[in-house]
T-cell receptor
Framework: EPEVTQTPSHQVTQMGQEVILRCVPI?????FYWYRQILGQKVEFLVS????????KSEIFDDQFSVERPDGSNFTLKIRSTKLEDSAMYFC??????????????FGEGSRLTVL | GQQVMQIPQYQHVQEGEDFTTYCNSS?????IQWYKQRPGGHPVFLIQ?????EVKKQKRLTFQFGEAKKNSSLHITATQTTDVGTYFC???????????FGAGTRLFVKA
């Protein structure tokens, strides 16, 4: 069964460093998302991506964050200068629906980011 | 802004008891989805409801979407230890690209 894959599974970084989290969505999917979950808390929307551009982003997704789909398969989230409060589990998700925000979101297993 | 609220935050039940979690949106939803997240895992899609007043069943799970498309519930009959985890509702809004998650209800089942 096709699945969303994410790397790394866990990244530890120093405050102020740049991190890149990588995702390979399911190949025929059209919409791609990043969500984050601070330990034990809610799943928070960060950004959606469609047709090679950001379709919607949350207030959390400030200038420190960027997304890219450089080669048609990988989907990356970059945090330019990490802060302690960026420590969280970051989930990539994709969807095959033609209409945005409908239909199943397929989540990867997540990348745990720890900022020291 | 659009918000999805979910209660209760936690629920402890004895195996065999029923469980219900409730979800409420500040504005009308185009659809509501439900996900389950096992401890240490990622959210896994359970179901989507689209129509006003819709009721869907999956074995011991019953999902409802309110008439006004602002609230939803998930009811589990006769819980089992395999039901443990966090249940999230997630709402989609017309014209938007994001699916907004509720805070989740963490279910503990005692054998």
């Amino acid at each position: 069964e096709p699945e969303v894959t994410q790397t790394p599974s866990h990244q530890v970084t120093q405050m102020g460093q740049e991190v890149i989290l990588r995702c390979v969505p399911i190949s025929n999917h059209l919409y791609f998302y990043w969500y984050r979950q601070i330990l034990g808390q809610k799943v928070e929307f960060l950004v959606s991506f469609y047709n090679n551009e950001i379709s919607e982003k949350s207030e959390i997704f400030d200038d420190q964050f960027s997304v890219e789909r450089p080669d048609g398969s990988n989907f990356t989230l970059k945090i330019r200068s990490t802060k302690l409060e960026d420590s969280a589990m970051y989930f990539c998700a994709s969807s095959d629906r033609q209409v945005p925000n409908t239909g199943e979101l397929f989540f990867g297993e997540g990348s745990r980011l720890t900022v020291l | 802004g659009q918000q999805v609220m979910q209660i209760p935050q936690y629920q402890h039940v004895q195996e065999g008891e029923d469980f219900t979690t409730y979800c409420n949106s500040s504005t009308t939803l185009s659809n509501i989805q439900w996900y389950k997240q096992r401890p240490g895992g990622h959210p896994v899609f359970l179901i989507q409801l689209v129509k006003s007043g819709e009721v869907k069943k999956q074995k011991r799970l019953t999902f409802q979407f309110g008439e006004a498309k602002k609230n939803s519930s998930l009811h589990i009959t006769a819980t089992q230890t395999t039901d443990v985890g966090t249940y999230f509702c997630a709402g989609g809004y017309t014209g938007g690209f994001k699916t907004i998650f509720g805070a989740g209800t963490r279910l503990f089942v005692k054998a």
